[in-house]
């Protein structure tokens, strides 16, 4: 795993846990869905109703998950988590659904990754309140209605794109959730260190959030690294030198690069005088295999713009000369 991985790794799961916001006005950052989901949810209770399911959609990190777990306890019911993954029949989604009770919220994380007739199932539950469960096969089956009580539907997609417009079209509020900007991981990353039981200076804070790639979940392991650093090495007591120094020896750079994203900008530039360089000539040259390359390093140092691609191959940017403190030859990336 690379510490700047926007995915949880297994054994993180707990020290996430206790890092997560559990009301709206501690979610930092995203004002704008903040507002309008704080909106959802006061007109519901106003009304004494069931909010409207919400859909989520964003990149891995970005706080979906604590979203839907703000949202069940903002409405103080339980919430119940599965992902599209996890349901493999119709059943299985009926068995889930009919168990609920009236207000409760169901999450359903990765909700592009449901089969077919889970997801018919889903629309009917969500606008009726209602599944049709086949009992029998063949000529004689039949379809038995069951009523379900009303209940709040969270899904949370990374591909808002893959859902299917019937699918999008029966939530009522849908929320695109951005990468975050460095003064809001840096609050969050202070927040963190007070729950932790200790203190982060600004100076360290915006250390941590500059490498975090606009993304919570990093800005949470970065400083758990640090933190482990600075115990071992300086009584617990962290400072901006101290955190400079525990992220270099994960490699991880100042704009969050690692070591994969360097490799691959420094191969761009020095290997290949800066582009253009077809993808499999690049992977071949760091080591990795095309899906790692593609679908690891190039998003960030895209998202950075650092190289571009184009139909020649990749081409490193002035931006990602600059990055590496060199500066491109005359007709570099031409
Ligand atoms: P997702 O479901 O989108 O992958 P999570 O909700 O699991 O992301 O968030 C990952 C981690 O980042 C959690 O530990 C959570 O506490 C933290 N986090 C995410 N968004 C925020 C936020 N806006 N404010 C504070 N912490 C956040």
Redesign the pocket.
């Known amino acids: 795993y690379s510490p700047v991985s926007?995915q949880?790794e297994p054994a993180e799961r707990a020290a996430?846990?206790a890092?997560?916001?559990s009301t709206l006005s501690?979610?930092?950052?995203?004002p704008r869905v903040r507002e309008q989901l704080g909106l959802v949810l006061a007109a519901a209770r106003h009304r004494g109703a069931v909010p409207d399911h919400v859909l989520?959609s964003?990149?891995?990190?970005?706080?979906?998950?604590?979203?839907?777990?703000i949202i069940a306890a903002e409405m103080g019911v339980p919430l119940h988590i599965t992902s599209g993954p996890a349901i493999q029949h119709a059943g299985d989604l009926a068995a889930i659904l009919s168990g609920l009770v009236t207000g409760e919220v169901l999450f359903l994380?990765e909700i592009h990754r449901m089969s077919r007739p889970a997801e018919e199932m889903l629309y009917l539950a969500m606008e009726d309140f209602r599944v049709d469960v086949v009992v029998g096969k063949g000529p004689g089956a039949t379809a038995i209605p069951i009523d379900i009580p009303p209940f709040t539907l969270v899904g949370?997609t990374t591909r808002a794109g893959l859902l299917p417009g019937p699918l999008r079209d029966r939530f009522g509020f849908t929320a695109q959730?951005d990468f975050?900007e460095t003064e809001?991981l840096a609050q969050?990353a202070q927040?963190?260190a007070d729950k932790l039981g200790f203190s982060l200076d600004d100076e360290s804070a915006q250390v941590i959030a500059s490498r975090s790639r606009g993304?919570?979940?990093i800005?949470?392991r970065l400083l758990r690294r640090v933190r482990d650093y600075a115990q071992v090495n300086n009584g617990g007591e962290v400072t901006a030198t101290l955190a400079r120094a525990a992220l270099e020896l994960y490699e991880v750079d100042e704009l969050g690069l690692d070591r994969l994203d360097r490799g691959v900008l420094e191969s761009i530039c020095l290997k290949f005088g800066g582009g253009p360089v077809g993808l499999s000539t690049l992977a071949i040259s760091v080591g990795e295999e095309t899906e790692t390359v593609e679908e690891v390093a190039e998003p960030f140092l895209v998202r950075k713009g650092f190289i571009m691609r184009t139909p020649r191959g990749r081409v490193a940017t002035a931006a990602g000369w600059a990055h590496l403190g060199l500066t491109p030859p005359q007709g570099a990336g031409d």
């Open positions: 926007p949880a996430e846990a890092l997560r916001p501690e979610f930092e950052g995203q989520l964003g990149p891995p990190g970005l706080g979906k998950t604590t979203l839907a777990m994380d949370a959730l975050y809001d969050i927040r963190s993304t919570p979940r800005a949470n």
